[in-house]
């Protein structure tokens, strides 16, 4: 079987000023591809300078600069677009009730809206035998008290996916789903509360909380940046060449029940 290299690939990558991004970023780099990165967050400018790589500051909730970013990419990259990755996301946490309409409204703007503009643009652009790859979440399949808004916008966004899969199959471009649990980044140590000392959270996260349904990790430890990262390398290689549609758990065992 192939290696996961990416030589010869040319990637676009949302997100990237996030911890996942920037490690997905990271390891394309390192695996070879040419890169052109995003982010509404202007420090993605930084992380291309470090890379070598194009950038671009687009805000995904906007589907008209989305078009125009998938467009400018093979400009970018001096050749067709191969490879897109899509990592950039809106959070939103509490009950149902207690996320208010403007939280809501900005989910699914950028979750599921941008997802929907990125794949219609890669449609028109991605070079037949391509992939796109999206970052999704384990709770789009297990519902958690705290995470109903944001995961229901990421299962609608799993199901896009697959269906982009299904649509462009026959040009042999591959449209597979990384679902990570939690993962050490800022977001998710944007969750914890301040009064508790950092390796305590990680430990009640790794643990679960049963009152809120979550299970725990049963392997006993948070996802790191690069764990997804290494996932993300391998389903844009060539060695995932007969994998589509798929759904890549990245969560050490959360979501047991699925």
């Keep these: 079987m192939a290696e996961a290299s990416l030589a010869g690939k040319r990637a676009l990558i949302t997100g990237v000023a996030g911890g996942i ?4 970023a990271q390891a394309f780099a390192d695996a070879g591809a040419r890169l052109v990165l995003t982010d509404i967050d202007p420090a993605v400018t930084t992380v291309a300078d470090r890379l070598g790589a ?3 500051v687009a805000d995904l909730a906007d589907r008209s600069a989305v078009a125009r970013l998938v467009e400018s990419a093979p400009r970018l990259l001096d050749g067709e677009l191969t490879t897109v990755v899509h990592v950039g ?3 939103a946490t509490g009950t149902l009730a207690a996320v208010d309409d403007d939280e809501w409204d900005r989910l699914v703007a950028v979750n599921l809206t941008g997802t929907m503009a990125l794949i219609r643009a890669a449609t028109g652009v991605l070079a037949d035998g391509g992939s796109l790859t999206v970052v999704s979440s384990n709770s789009a399949a297990t519902p958690r008290v705290g995470l109903g808004a944001y995961g229901a916008t990421k299962a609608a966004v799993t199901s896009l996916v697959r269906s982009a899969g299904l649509e462009l199959a026959p040009r042999g471009i591959r449209c597979n789903v990384i679902t990570p649990g939690s993962t050490d980044t800022p977001m998710l140590r944007g969750m914890w509360p301040d009064s508790a000392p950092a390796q305590d959270s990680a430990a009640a996260v790794i643990a679960g909380t049963p ?3 979550r299970l725990g990790i049963p392997l006993g430890r948070l996802a790191q940046p690069e764990d997804i990262a290494a996932s993300a390398v391998f389903l844009a290689s060539d060695a995932a060449r007969h994998i589509t549609l798929h ?12």
Aim: hydrophobic share 45%.
């Design 247 to 258: 759904d890549l758990r990245v969560d050490g065992g959360a979501t047991l029940d699925q």
């Design 89 to 91: 996301a809106a959070l």
């Design 21 to 24: 991004g920037s490690a997905v």
């Design 211 to 213: 009152e809120d349904f």
């Design 54 to 56: 194009a950038s671009s």
